[in-house]
């Protein structure tokens, strides 16, 4: 017997078993006896459209096993709004479920959808999602919900002390520096970008270069933000050759320092020394990617290739 056949509150239900295309299905799929009778309750409640407290209870009862079912999901956003349910409320309840399945998109799309029709952020929220990069630092799903909270509640300003609190935990988290570049450079608000932004942002990846050389995230948030700006890379050639120089091979710090220094050289026609940069990089201290930096030489103009 099963959990809801025996039970009088779902007694006037006649539950929609799922069609398998038949009595002999070609590939029936193996749900457990549990899950079956649930989804077959929720079918059944689905086409008269209930919108009740025990439909509300059985969506829980099916997200509990299977919460990539955004069926579920959606049903269960149309019975809150219905009901009026108190979505911080809902939200104790998801942080539960969050902390289970990690990686599900389902349960980051509706912690959006309850977060609309809140007017600020409750004081639980960030605390919360510091508990999600705690357990992972790079949880996609995280991020993305982050970034649109940053932008739903315009939290710009208050979030790069957190940002800069990660990078300080781990400078080569590289989904914190995708956020830093998001919240400094993400706004579509039509404000001038004040060169004070732009000083301190090169200054941040110089610094966080130094600590680590051989980090790929720094460099490219460098070259990004002189990009923004529409500053030439050129200016950053001292930088970069404080990590790489191409006349003593054995004491290249940084091939990202190499790279960046190919790119300063081509822009200043110095295409012997780009080639130089480019061919180490193949040759030595990034051979896995040797047919990309060969390509790079070619597009410095006629010239033949090292081995």
């Keep these: 017997m099963g959990r809801y056949e025996d039970s009088e509150q779902w007694d006037d239900i006649v539950p929609i078993p799922q069609n398998e295309g038949g009595p002999n299905p070609l590939a029936s799929i193996a749900y457990t006896d549990e899950y079956s009778e649930a989804m077959s309750y929720l079918r059944a409640i689905m086409a008269k459209n209930e919108m009740s407290d025990r439909s509300l209870e059985l969506t829980e009862h099916i997200i509990s096993m299977n919460p990539a079912h955004y069926t579920v999901w959606l049903y269960r956003v149309k019975i809150l709004k219905v009901l009026?349910?108190?979505?911080?409320?809902?939200?104790?309840?998801?942080?539960n479920i969050s902390l289970k399945h990690l990686k599900n998109y389902q349960i980051w799309h509706h912690r959006q959808i309850i977060m609309s029709q809140v007017f600020s952020i409750p004081p639980s929220e960030l605390p919360f999602l510091a508990r999600m990069f705690a357990k992972d630092a790079k949880n996609y799903h995280v991020w993305?919900?982050?970034?649109?909270?940053?932008?739903?509640f315009s939290i710009w300003d208050a979030e790069l002390p957190y940002i800069e609190s990660l990078l300080r935990a781990d400078v080569?988290?590289?989904?914190?520096?995708?956020?830093?570049?998001?919240v400094n450079f993400g706004r579509e608000d039509g404000k001038e970008i004040e060169d004070s932004k732009y000083e301190r942002e090169?200054?941040?990846a110089q610094a966080s270069i130094v600590q680590a050389p051989q980090n790929q995230s720094p460099w490219n948030y460098l070259r990004g933000v002189l990009k923004k700006k529409g500053s030439g890379i050129t200016?950053?050639?001292?930088?970069a050759e404080g990590f790489a120089d191409v006349d003593r091979e054995d004491e290249v710090r940084s091939s990202h320092a190499l790279d960046f220094l190919a790119a300063i050289w081509a822009e200043e026609k110095e295409v012997e020394r780009a080639k130089k940069a480019l061919n180490l990089l193949g040759s030595r201290y990034d051979p896995i990617r040797k047919?990309?930096?060969?390509?790079?030489?070619?597009?410095?103009?006629p010239g033949r290739v090292e081995a």
Excluded at 84 to 95: A, H, I, S, V
Excluded at 291 to 301: A, H, K, T, V
């Design 84 to 95: 009026q349910r108190d979505p911080l409320k809902e939200l104790e309840w998801l942080n």
């Design 172 to 182: 080569r988290n590289n989904s914190a520096w995708n956020h830093r570049w998001f």
């Design 202 to 204: 090169m200054e941040f």
């Design 144 to 152: 993305s919900y982050r970034q649109w909270l940053v932008r739903h």
């Design 235 to 239: 200016q950053m050639k001292s930088f």
């Design 291 to 301: 047919n990309y930096w060969d390509y790079r030489i070619s597009l410095l103009g």
